[in-house]
Nanobody, 125 residues
Framework: QLVESGGGLVQTGASLRLSCAAS????????TGWFRQAPGKEREFVAS????????YHADSVKGRFEISRDDAKNTVYLQMNSLKPEDTGHYYC????????????????????WGLGTQVTVSS
């Protein structure tokens, strides 16, 4: 089970930190990703981190503002979001796969069989 938290309503320029906690059968999941979906739009890749933590990818739209990290002792993956913009508004989902170091297709939602219910992030202008 993947459970996201940390979303909310903030103003432009603010920061939020999203958390994705894994439990039960998903505790040993490896490559973990964050995706987001705005109303009327497709789900889009935000960031991912491999099981080792060495392979990290961020979407171009969030590079330099967002940072993904993981704390395996807590079975938690984080998404630190700084300098938020209205276009960052959306429902943010945590996803995971049993692939240790996913590289090919890392930005594709189809590569992640496990998903949380998401947390809403709204950035007002």
């Amino acid at each position: 089970q993947l459970v996201e938290s940390g979303g909310g309503l903030v103003q432009t320029g603010a920061s939020l930190r999203l958390s994705c906690a894994a439990s039960g059968p998903t505790r040993s999941l490896y490559t973990t990703g964050w995706f987001r979906q705005a109303p009327g739009k497709e789900r889009e890749f935000v960031a991912s981190i491999s099981g080792s933590g060495r392979r990290i990818y961020h979407a171009d739209s969030v590079k330099g503002r967002f940072e993904i990290s993981r704390d395996d002792a807590k079975n938690t993956v984080y998404l630190q979001m700084n300098s938020l913009k209205p276009e960052d508004t959306g429902h943010y989902y945590c996803s995971a796969t049993e692939v240790w170091e996913l590289t090919y297709g890392v930005r594709s939602p189809q590569k992640y069989p496990y998903w949380g219910l998401g947390t809403q992030v709204t950035v007002s202008s």
